[in-house]
C-alpha cells in the first residue's frame, strides 16, 4: 500500500513538473506574441523623419491603378508614364536626393544589378525632387545609368502620395549635419521631400508590388525587386 502511494506521489510530482513546464511554454508563446503585437503596432518616427503628423502621405496601394502623370528629362523631352507601362512594367522609386547617404547607397546598389532588371524586359525610373544639376551629381556618386526624373513641380510625387513638407527643425538638421539645404537643393525651390518608395507597375498600369515606410533607412532590395516583377511573356 505504501507503496502505491509512493509511486502516486511520483507521478504527481511528474504531471504537475510537466504541467508547469507546458505553462511556462505557454507564458512564453504569450509573452513572444504580445511582443509581436507591440513591434506591429509600433507607430513611425514621423517628426524624427521630418514630417508633420498632420501631413502623412499615405502612398498608392497594391492593386491600385497608376494616375497619368507627365515626366520632363534633362533634355526636355516628355514621357508620359503611360507610354512605358504600355510597352513594358516599370519600376518606380522614389528618393530624396544627393545629400542623402541611405539614397546614394541604395542607388549605388541599384546601379550596380540594374541590368538585372532591365533584362527582365522592366523599365527602371528613378524620381527626385533635386534639380537636374543635382541629379548629375547623384549619377557622378552612384554610377546609376538608368533613367532619373526631376520632378521639378512635385506632381509626381503628389500623384503617388509620396511628398510631404519638411519640419523646419529637420531641415535646420540636414544642414547643420550634411551642410546641405532642402529647399535649395529641390528644383521647386521648396522644402518637400518623398517616402523614399519602390513600386512595380504592370502593363496594365496597375501596382503590383510596393515597398513604402516613412523611416527612409527601410529600402526595397534589388532581389526584392526581381523577386516580385511581373511576367515579360
Known sequence: MKKAIFVFAIAAVLFTSCKSEKEKVAEEETIVAEEEVAVADEKPDYVGFGMEEDDLPQGLKVGDKVPDV???TDDNKEVNLKDLYS???VVVLFYRAYWCPVCTQHLLELAKRA????DKGVKLVAITPETYENV???KDDTGANFTIISDADGKIMNAFDVDFKVRNDYQDMIEKKLSASVAKTNASGEAVLPVPATYIIDTDGKIVYRQFNPNYRERASVQEILDNLPSTK
Open 136 to 138: 548629375a551629381k547623384t
Open 87 to 89: 510597352d513594358q512594367p
Open 115 to 118: 541590368k538585372e532588371i532591365e
Open 70 to 72: 507627365v515626366m520632363m
